[in-house]
């Protein structure tokens, strides 16, 4: 299907299809098969500690799955399926990609933080006694060490326990697992973790993972530039550009002149451009389709940045916010909070894009509101905010489920 341009509603359609829109979302019992499918789409799911609505890594499934068993990710993390590691972000992955991030586990990586690069011989004697004490009473987490250290102000400020055990992590000698209570990270020896079949796999060298990773992230999205491909997996755009040159040569990507692209494009050769896409969907602000911003820009016409951070007097739009895709439009954002005790699903901002139809959007959008409604254990979804498209989701049915 390479053609020689594609108009950016094309380039949509092929993306949005890549990242699973293409496909209805189950209607019956979801299991395991459906979080493999949607992580042969998506790769990995980013992490976040963020619990405002719901912990982030849940919603990319959310939004293609619908209301699914929540209990699947943990399940498989717990069975070895999947291993936390630093992708994207800190993400979930499926124990296959190990060997192709293996080439990153240095600490002289471009990946790894100046904080953890930093390490003096009385670090690196305290880091291997701290993989000793793992060894003998792991699974641990940082406070459970015998010398954990004293924790700074602030949330980078680690005790020397944690700094020693995210380097560790970095390496590929310790991995972890998330505790639910607190979602801390409870670390163990690589090998009681992850299946031997996957650590016996050949590790790919530096050439040949960063190619892995580029034709894997132009996979996921379709269509898409170097900067595209290369922050999916946080690669460094200019030492990457020769695995996307191999690609190109040999036919896996086609250059392609794309409506709106900043630069060169290129469309991998699997893609798919569907006639329409009917998705509707809420997307968590760590989903592939938004989290890089650039590309959200020049695809969807869509200008976003989350403002967790920001004082609350600053903020534009809310605390967490979430995109809502309708067909292959992003047309709509919503600052969402999930009040447990009062078993409602608070809508605290309803905001539409200058292109969106108020009368055709609000009714979508309370629809898949009440979906995540159900799906959280919530009893009702009220409007309590403010924003051009609030009177009209009111309108729609913003209040408790009949």
Known sequence: MAKESLSRAQARRIALHAQGFGEQRPTGRTDRRHVRRVLDRIGFLQ???????????????????????????????????????????????????????????????????????????????????????????????????????????????????????????WEGRVTARRRPADFARVYDLTERMIPSEILSRRPLSEAEGRRALIELAARHHGVGTLADFADYHRLNMTKSKPALEELVEEGTLVPVDVEGAPRQAYLHRDAHLPRWIKACALLTPFDPVVWFRPRSEWLFDFHYRIEIYTPKPKRVYGY??????????????????????????????????????????????????????????????????????????????????R
């Open 47 to 169: 992490i976040d500690s963020v619990n405002v609505l719901v912990r982030s890594q849940e919603l990319p499934l959310f939004a293609r799955l619908g209301d699914h068993d929540r209990s699947l990710v943990p399940k498989m993390s717990a069975a070895g399926e999947l291993f936390e590691f630093w992708c994207h972000e800190a993400s979930l992955l499926p124990v296959e990609m190990r060997p192709l991030l293996t080439w990153t586990m240095d600490a002289d990586s471009e990946r790894v933080w100046n904080m953890l690069r930093r390490r003096t011989a009385e670090d690196l004697a305290y880091m291997e006694a701290v993989y000793s004490e793992v060894e003998e009473r792991g699974p641990i987490t940082a406070g459970e060490l015998s010398d954990p250290g004293v924790k700074g102000v602030g949330m980078w400020n680690w005790s020397k326990g944690k700094r020693a055990l995210e380097m560790l992590f």
């Open 320 to 401: 967490y916010v979430l995109p809502f895709l309708l067909g292959d439009r992003l047309v709509a954002r919503v600052d969402l909070k999930a009040d447990r005790q009062a078993s409602t699903l608070l809508v605290r901002g309803a905001f539409a894009e200058p292109w969106a139809d108020a009368a055709e959007v609000a009714p979508a959008l309370h629809d898949e509101l009440e979906l995540m409604a159900r799906w959280l254990g919530l009893e009702s979804v009220t409007v309590v905010g403010r924003g051009d498209l609030s009177p009209a989701l009111t309108a729609a049915g913003g209040g408790p489920r």
